[in-house]
C-alpha cells in the first residue's frame, strides 16, 4: 500500500539537485554566471537605448518576487497565485513610511520587509498545513484583499495611491537615471541569486527536494514539510516585498493595482519559463517576461483597437500554455540540454561509459516531473517513478539477479563484515528492554477493519517479524507505527514517548526510520542524494545558515558517510548515478542505505526482500543479523517466510488486521491458526508439510 502524504507539487518539469559528480560542474557554471552577470551589470547602462534600459530595471526589481516565487514553487512545491500581495504590500509600506513618517529609506526598506514576511507569516501558519492548492486559492484571495484594502482605505490614498516618492540617495547622490539606479538594484538581486543558490543546495533545499519526490520518505527520514514550506513561504514573501521596495522608488506613485491578479501572472510566468526550480531561470524569466510585456504593449492595441490593460493577460496566457507543453523545463532545460549536447558531443560520448557519472543530474531535467514520476499530485507515482525501472523497458530490472547482482560476487563473510562499515547504532535500551510498544492499535477504512485491536512489544536489539497473508494488516500497522496514517484506536510508544497521531518526522527524529514496500526513491536527485537524505536528521543546518552557505563541514561529512554506506553495501559504483533509473533491486538496497544512513534506533523494513536477487537477499540477511548483532533493533514486513523464520528473534502475524499469534519463530510455526491463516486448513500436519515445503 503507498501512502502519499502530498497531493499538491506542480507538475513542471524541476532543476534537479545532483550531489555526485555533478555538484562541482553546477559551481564552475554558477561562477560563470556571476562573472557574465557582473560584466552586463557594469556594461548595460552604456549601451543599451532608454526603452531597453526601463526594460533592464524592472526585470531586476521583479527578478527578485521571481527568485522568492522560485524557491516556493520549485524547491517547497506550493503554488502561490498572490506574490504580487507581497510585493504590494512591500511598495506601500515602503512608500507610506517615505512619505508619511519620514523614515529613513534603509530603515523604511527593512520594515517594509519584515511586514511582508509577517503577512506571510500569518497566512502561512493555518495555510500550510493543509494539503492540495489551498495556499495557491489563498494567496490569490490575499491579492484581492490587498487590492480592496488598501483601494478603499484614506490611509493608503485610495485609488490615487501613494504618491511623491523620492529616488533614494546614496551618499549624497540622487540615484536619479534609471542607469544608475539598475546599479543600485543590482547587488541586491545578485545578493539573492547567491542566498537563492545557496538554499537549494543547502541541507534544507534537499529536504525540500525529498518532500517534492515523496513526502512521506522525506518525513520519515526527519523533515517537518510544515516547517520547512512556510519558512520558505515567508523569505518567499520578504524577497517579493524587498522588490516593491525598488518598485516603489522607480515609479514614485504606488496604486492598488501592483496588487493585481495581472502582476501575480507575470510572476508566475516568470518562473515558468526561466525553468522551475532553476534560480538563474527566474532572472531569466524576468527579463523575458518584461520583454514581452512591452512587445504585447505595442502589439495588443494594434490587434485589438481599444482593447484594456487585461487583454494582455490572454497574451500571458498563450505563453505559459505554450511553455508549458513545448518547454515543461523552461529556459534552464533549453539551455542544459544544448550544453549536455555540446559536452557530449565533445567527448565524443565518453562520458556516459563512466557510471560513476550522473546521468541526468548535469542537464537532463525532465526524467521525474515529465512524466510525471514524482509528482506528489499521483499517489502510485513515486511508486511508478521506482518501478519504471522495472518496466518491460528496462528487462534487466524485471530480472534482478541478472541486473542488480554485482559481477564480482562477494563471500559470505565480506556480506556479514559489511555492518562493521556502516555508521555506529547506538540504541539508548539494554538489550531485551521494550523499544516499542503497540497498544490496541486498530485503523478502519469505512467498513474495512485494517488492523484490529493489535497489541505487542518490540524488544531492543531484536529482529521481529511481522507476517500474514496478503490484506492482513501489516502496512497499515507500520504506516501506524512510522505515523504515515493515524490510528483509529490505540497508541504507539517508542522509547517510552507516544509517536501515534503525529506526523512521521517526530518519530524519525527521535530514531524510528523506515523502508516503504512501494518504493519511495528521491527521484530528483542521485542515488549519494538519496543516502546523504538518510543523514537529515542528523544534521543542524537551518535555513538561513543554508542560506548563508555556512553548512559546508557539516554537509561535507555527510556526503562522506553517506558515500561510504553506499561503498559498504556495494552500490559506490551508482552513487552518481539518477536514482530512479537503477534497476529495481538496486533502488530497494539503495532506500536500505538510506534508512541506515539515519542511524535509527529502531528501522522497520516494509518487504525488503522483494525484488532482489538470491545474492542480494543472503547479502541483506546477513546484514540484518549483523546489525542486530550491533544493537539495532529491527521490525520487518516480509512474504518470505522461510527468511523471517531464519532471521527473527521473534514473530507477530496478523491475518485480516487481527494478531493471531506472537511468539518465538518455532511456536509460532507450530501455530494452528497461523497455519490456517497462510494455508486454509485445520489439519495440522497436512499443514506442518506444506510448510515446510514452502520454507
Ligand atoms: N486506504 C485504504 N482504504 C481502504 N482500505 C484499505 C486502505 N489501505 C489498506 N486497506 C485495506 O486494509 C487491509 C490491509 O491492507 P494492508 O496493505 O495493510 O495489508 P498488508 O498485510 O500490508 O498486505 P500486503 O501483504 O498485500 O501488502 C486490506 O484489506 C486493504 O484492502
Known amino acids: 500500500m503507498t501512502t502519499n502524504l502530498s497531493p ?50 524592472f526585470t531586476l526589481i521583479f527578478a527578485l518576487p521571481a527568485i522568492g516565487l522560485n524557491l516556493l514553487m520549485g524547491l517547497a512545491g506550493q503554488v502561490s497565485l498572490g506574490q504580487a500581495a507581497f510585493f504590494a504590500v512591500g511598495a506601500y509600506t515602503h512608500g507610506i513610511l517615505l512619505t508619511k513618517y519620514d523614515v529613513p529609506g534603509p530603515l523604511a526598506a527593512l520594515i517594509a520587509v519584515v511586514v511582508a514576511m509577517l503577512i506571510a507569516l500569518l497566512v502561512g501558519l493555518p495555510l500550510m498545513r493543509l494539503r492540495g492548492h489551498y495556499l495557491a486559492l489563498a494567496t490569490l484571495g490575499l491579492g484581492f484583499i490587498v487590492m480592496i484594502a488598501v483601494r478603499e482605505s484614506e490611509f493608503t490614498g485610495r485609488t490615487t495611491g501613494i504618491y511623491g516618492i523620492e529616488r533614494p540617495e546614496v551618499f549624497g547622490l540622487v540615484i536619479s537615471s534609471n542607469g544608475l539606479f539598475f546599479w543600485f538594484v543590482a547587488p541586491f538581486v545578485i545578493v539573492a541569486l547567491i542566498l537563492a543558490l545557496n538554499l537549494s543546495r543547502s541541507r534544507a533545499g534537499r529536504a525540500l527536494s525529498a518532500v517534492n519526490d515523496s513526502e512521506l520518505a522525506a518525513e520519515c527520514l526527519g523533515v517537518s514539510t510544515y516547517a520547512l514550506r512556510l519558512k520558505v513561504l515567508v523569505v518567499s514573501a520578504g524577497l517579493a516585498g524587498l522588490g516593491g521596495v525598488f518598485y516603489a522608488y522607480q515609479v514614485t506613485i504606488v496604486s492598488p493595482e501592483i496588487a493585481n491578479f495581472h502582476y501575480s501572472v507575470e510572476m508566475l510566468l516568470m518562473v515558468v519559463i ?4 532553476s534560480v538563474w531561470g527566474a532572472l531569466a524569466g524576468a527579463f523575458v517576461v518584461e520583454l514581452l510585456g512591452e512587445g504585447l504593449r505595442d502589439v495588443i492595441p494594434l490587434l485589438i483597437p481599444n482593447a484594456s490593460g487585461e487583454v494582455q493577460l490572454v497574451g500571458y496566457g498563450l505563453v505559459l500554455i505554450i511553455v508549458i507543453i513545448l518547454l515543461p523545463g523552461g529556459l534552464h532545460q533549453a539551455v542544459t540540454s544544448l550544453l549536455k549536447r555540446r559536452r557530449s558531443g565533445a567527448d565524443g ?82 538489550p531485551g528492554e521494550v523499544i516499542l510498544r503497540i497498544s490496541d492499535l486498530s485503523k478502519q477504512y469505512g467498513g474495512v477493519t485494517a488492523v484490529d485491536h493489535v497489541s505487542f512489544d518490540v ?34 510508544t517508542f522509547l517510552g514517548q507516544t509517536i501515534s497521531g503525529h506526523k512521521p518526522h517526530i518519530a524519525a527524529n527521535r530514531g524510528l526510520t523506515r523502508t516503504f514496500q512501494n518504493l519511495q526513491v528521491f527521484s530528483s536527485t542521485d542515488v549519494l542524494g538519496n543516502v546523504y537524505m538518510g543523514r537529515y536528521r542528523l544534521g543542524r543546518a537551518g535555513i538561513v545558515r543554508g542560506m548563508l552557505g555556512l553548512q559546508g563541514s557539516e554537509q561535507r561529512a555527510h556526503r562522506d558517510t553517506a558515500t561510504s554506506i553506499l561503498d559498504a553495501m556495494r552500490l559506490g559504483d551508482v552513487a552518481g548515478t539518477e536514482a530512479a533509473s537503477l534497476p529495481f533491486g538496486r533502488q530497494r538496497m539503495m532506500e536500505v542505505c538510506r534508512a541506515l544512513a539515519a542511524e535509527p534506533a529502531l528501522l522497520l523494513l516494509d518487504e525488503p526482500m522483494a525484488g532482489l ?19 539495532l533493533t529491527i521490525v520487518l514486513v516480509e512474504h518470505d517466510v522461510a527468511q523471517v523464520m531464519s532471521l527473527a528473534d521473534s514473530v507477530a502475524v496478523l491475518d485480516d488486521g487481527v494478531l493471531i499469534a506472537h511468539g518465538d519463530p518455532e511456536s509460532v510455526r507450530n501455530d494452528p491458526k497461523v497455519m490456517k491463516a497462510y494455508l486454509g486448513t485445520d489439519n495440522v500436519d497436512e499443514a506442518r508439510s506444506e510448510l515446510e515445503e514452502l520454507s
Open 349 to 430: 560520448g565518453s562520458g556516459a561509459k563512466n557510471s560513476r557519472r550522473p546521468a541526468a543530474a548535469t542537464g537532463s531535467t525532465s526524467t521525474g516531473a515529465t512524466s510525471g514520476a514524482t509528482s506528489p499530485d499521483d499517489p502510485g507515482a513515486t511508486s511508478g517513478a521506482a518501478s519504471g525501472a522495472t518496466s518491460p523497458d528496462d528487462p534487466g530490472a524485471t530480472s534482478p539477479d541478472a541486473a542488480s547482482t554485482p559481477k564480482h560476487a562477494e563471500s559470505a563473510d565480506a556480506d556479514a563484515d559489511i555492518a562493521s562499515s556502516l555508521p555506529t547504532i547506538s540504541t539508548p535500551l539494554e
Open 613 to 631: 536477487s538470491g545474492h542480494e537477499r543472503d547479502m541483506l540477511a546477513g546484514l540484518l543479523r549483523s546489525l542486530r548483532d550491533a544493537g
Open 8 to 57: 499538491e507539487a506542480p507538475k513542471l518539469t524541476k532543476a534537479p539537485p545532483s550531489l555526485g559528480a555533478g555538484r562541482s560542474r553546477a559551481k564552475r557554471s554558477n561562477l560563470i554566471g556571476f562573472g557574465i552577470l557582473l560584466v552586463v551589470i557594469v556594461v548595460i547602462p552604456f549601451v543599451v537605448t532608454p526603452s531597453l534600459m526601463n526594460i533592464a530595471v
Open 459 to 492: 524488544p531492543a536489539g531484536r529482529i521481529l517479524g511481522l507476517i500474514g497473508p496478503n490484506g492482513a494488516g501489516k502496512t497499515t500497522c507500520f504506516n501506524m507505527i512510522s505515523g504515515a496514517l493515524a490510528p483509529t484506536t490505540g497508541e504507539v
Open 274 to 277: 526561466g525553468g522551475l526550480g
